[in-house]
């Protein structure tokens, strides 16, 4: 029992020193998060980041209509984004469920049910998001500078469907819109831009 607890204290640290030794700066992660937005709305953004244990804090009280969420040092690779505020009810409560422990397909379920009881409110107009990700190994942690990112673009459209915007549910060329969990609380048009090689 002993070498058990003495095991599962040492795994703690080990993920404790993991997240204290990837993280950045909250200069540096105002910077990178901003950069997802578009260039004449980043000084203007709000941006949620990590603290040296990993969770999720203000950085950042913007004044207007973006939020962006900072790279989780817990993640592989680099994943910046900036959502529109009419978003946030629904990401915020993502972040609080993924704090409980909930997966990604528990996360969905309880939001799911949440947006169909009316407890959870969704836009009642398209939103853009946009996400702005690379490697790791492409990061200046000093500077917050990304070579070689990729920004994609997410607008959500709850509960559109293939019909009515005549959206395929799926790309048939790279870089084309088209709409992904469409009749869904999750229905969101996809924007990935295609290699420039």
């Not at 790791?136 to 500078?145: I, K, Q």
């Not at 959500?156 to 915007?165: G, K, L, R």
């Given at each position: 029992?002993?070498?058990?607890?003495?095991?599962?204290?040492?795994?703690?640290?080990?993920?404790?020193?993991?997240?204290?030794?990837?993280?950045?700066?909250?200069?540096?992660?105002?910077?990178?998060?901003?950069?997802?937005?578009?260039?004449?709305?980043?000084?203007?953004?709000?941006?949620?980041?990590?603290?040296?244990?990993?969770?999720?804090?203000?950085?950042?009280?913007?004044?207007?209509?973006?939020?962006?969420?900072?790279?989780?040092?817990?993640?592989?690779?680099?994943?910046?984004?900036?959502?529109?505020?009419?978003?946030?009810?629904?990401?915020?409560?993502?972040?609080?469920?993924?704090?409980?422990?909930?997966?990604?397909?528990?996360?969905?379920?309880?939001?799911?049910?949440?947006?169909?009881?009316g407890k959870l409110k969704m836009p009642d107009a398209p939103s853009?998001?946009?996400?702005?990700?690379?490697?790791?190994?492409?990061?200046?942690?000093?500077?917050?500078?990304?070579?070689?990112?990729?920004?994609?673009?997410?607008?959500?459209?709850?509960?559109?469907?293939?019909?009515?915007?005549?959206?395929?549910?799926?790309?048939?060329?790279?870089?084309?819109?088209?709409?992904?969990?469409?009749?869904?609380?999750?229905?969101?048009i996809m924007i990935t831009p295609a290699d420039k090689n």
């Open positions: 029992m002993k070498n058990a607890v003495y095991s599962l204290m040492i795994l703690a640290f080990s993920f404790s020193g993991i997240a204290q030794e990837k993280f950045i700066s909250e200069e540096t992660q105002i910077k990178m998060a901003s950069m997802a937005a578009p260039e004449e709305d980043r000084d203007a953004v709000t941006v949620y980041g990590y603290d040296k244990e990993g969770k999720v804090v203000l950085l950042k009280e913007g004044t207007n209509n973006l939020v962006c969420i900072a790279d989780d040092p817990n993640m592989n690779g680099i994943s910046v984004s900036c959502y529109n505020k009419k978003l946030e009810p629904f990401m915020s409560r993502g972040r609080e469920l993924k704090a409980e422990g909930k997966d990604m397909m528990e996360t969905r379920a309880v939001r799911k049910q949440e947006v169909e009881s853009m998001t946009y996400i702005l990700s690379g490697k790791e190994a492409n990061l200046n942690r000093e500077t917050g500078e990304l070579k070689d990112a990729k920004l994609r673009y997410v607008i959500y459209m709850p509960y559109a469907t293939t019909e009515e915007t005549g959206l395929p549910d799926k790309p048939h060329t790279p870089g084309m819109p088209w709409l992904m969990d469409p009749g869904t609380h999750r229905a969101h």
